[in-house]
C-alpha cells in the first residue's frame, strides 16, 4: 500500500460516492466507517425507488441520511482516522485529544442539520458512532477499556463526556 506525505499506509480512493469528497483508504482490518452503510441503504433504496418495488411513501433513507450529513460526517471520520494514525506517542492525553476533536466535529454537524430542520443523529447511528470511535481505538492497537479504567470513564462512553448528539 503506498504511503502519503506523512508516510503512513494510506491510498487516495477516488471520490466518496460522487460527492467530491476525497476518500482515503488505510489498511483497516475491520473498522469501516458507519456513513458508509448509510450512503450504501440510501442508494439501495434509490433503486427500489427507481424500478417501483418501494413506494415513494415508504422511503425514509434520504431523509434520515441527507447527502449533507453523509458527507459532513465522512470528513469528520477521515480526519479522525488521519488523527489516529498520525500519533507518534499514544499518551492518554493526545488519544483523549483526538477522540475530543471528532466528538466535536459531529456535535457541530448534528446540530447544524437539526438547526436547518433536517434529521441529525439517531439512536441508532449513534451508537455505531461511538462503537465506530471504541473500535477504531483498538485498531489503532489502543486499549480502550484500560484508558477508560485510567480515567473514571464507564466502559463503553469514551466520547460521552464531550458528546451532545
Known amino acids: 500500500m503506498a504511503a502519503d506525505d506523512s508516510g503512513f499506509p494510506s491510498v487516495l480512493a477516488g471520490m466518496w460516492h460522487g460527492t467530491g469528497v476525497p476518500a482515503r483508504v488505510y489498511d483497516r482490518l475491520v473498522v469501516r466507517r458507519p456513513n458508509g452503510k448509510w ?14 418495488s418501494l413506494s415513494p411513501d415508504r422511503a425514509y433513507a434520504s431523509v434520515l441520511w441527507p447527502e449533507s450529513l453523509r458527507v459532513s460526517t465522512d470528513a469528520a471520520l477521515a480526519a479522525f482516522e488521519d488523527e489516529l494514525h498520525a500519533l507518534v506517542s499514544s499518551s492518554d492525553a493526545k488519544i483523549l485529544g483526538t ?10 454537524i448534528n446540530d447544524q442539520h437539526v438547526r ?11 451508537e455505531e458512532l461511538c462503537d465506530y470511535i471504541d473500535a477504531s481505538l483498538e485498531e489503532s492497537g489502543i486499549d480502550v477499556q484500560a484508558l477508560e479504567a485510567r480515567h473514571g470513564i464507564e466502559h463503553g462512553e469514551i466520547a460521552g463526556q464531550w458528546r451532545d448528539w
Open 116 to 126: 436547518s430542520g433536517q434529521t441529525g443523529y439517531e439512536t441508532d447511528e449513534r
Open 39 to 52: 450512503q450504501e441503504k440510501v442508494e439501495a433504496e434509490a433503486a427500489e425507488l427507481a424500478n417501483g
Open 99 to 108: 477522540v475530543q476533536r471528532l466528538v466535536v466535529a459531529l456535535n457541530k
